[in-house]
Structure formats: C-alpha cells, structure tokens
C-alpha cells in the first residue's frame, strides 16, 4: 500500500459551470413563457363564463404578452377596452347571466345574457391557484 499523495483530475468542470449558468440564463424567460400560457388559459376560461348580450365584453377579454425585467416577471389578463365599465359592473352583478330576461323590479329587458355568470374572471383565476408554483417550476426546468 503507497501512502503518496492522491492525485484527482476533473475534466469537462467548466463545461458544467457554462451549462448550469446557461439554465440560470434561461429560467426568467421560461417562467414568463409559463405565465404567458396560465394567462391564456385563464382566459379561456373566463370567456366561457363571460356573460354574452351582443358579444363585446367577450370579445374584449386580452392577455399581454409576458415580460421579464430584472427580477420582475409578469403577465395582464382582463377585460377592458370600451367595454370596460360594462365589465366590472356585470362581473361583480350576482344576476349576471341568471336572470332570464326580468330585471330585479320584475321588467322585461329587451336584451339579456342567456349564458355566463358573474364572477367570470375571479373564478378561473382562482381555480387555476391550485398547483400553479408546480406548473410553473416544471415549465421553468424544462419538464412540460
């Protein structure tokens, strides 16, 4: 038995190095990506619950494109444009899509949602909470 010194060569170290700072480089941009695709679900979503007289308000639904900026990644998702104050008042109406067609003082509307619900943004928003940083952290590593 040799009681030298021990001599270890590692080769291909500053390779790995290059790759796992290549993967850092590239993790924002995939989280945004991740984003960009929970956005666009979300509002899927929300346009199937999205009340419907004429179709403006679901024509209105958007998703911006993701940004990264610095350690800030994100994306917007709503309803706006002209119809924007239309929007918020049918999404927070209880009676939104539910009311056959008879106001609350028991008149005939001309016009009326025979579909949707109120709530039409909030509740995909919610529901797509669950397991959201798991999708989002696979997508980041590259697992989706």
């Not at 010194?5 to 945004?32: H, N, S, W, Y």
């Not at 918020?88 to 025979?114: C, D, F, I, M």
Request: some cysteine; proline content about 6%.
């Amino acid at each position: 038995m040799s009681k030298g010194p021990i001599e270890v060569k590692v080769t291909g170290a500053d390779k790995v190095q290059q790759a796992v700072l290549e993967l850092a480089r590239r993790i924002p941009q995939r989280i945004a990506q991740a984003l960009q695709v929970e956005a666009e679900l979300t509002m899927t979503e929300a346009k199937l619950l999205c009340p419907v007289v004429t179709g403006a308000l679901r024509a209105s639904g958007f998703v911006t494109e993701a940004t990264v900026l610095h350690d800030d990644i994100g994306v917007l998702l709503g309803f706006g444009g002209p119809a924007a104050p239309y929007a918020l008042v049918t999404h927070e109406n209880p009676r939104a899509g539910q009311t056959g067609g008879v106001s609350p003082q028991k008149r005939r509307y001309k016009r009326w949602s025979r579909v949707g619900q109120w709530k039409f943004l909030e509740q995909p928003v919610l529901a797509r909470t669950q397991g959201f940083s798991a999708r989002i952290r696979g997508y980041a590593l590259g697992e989706f």
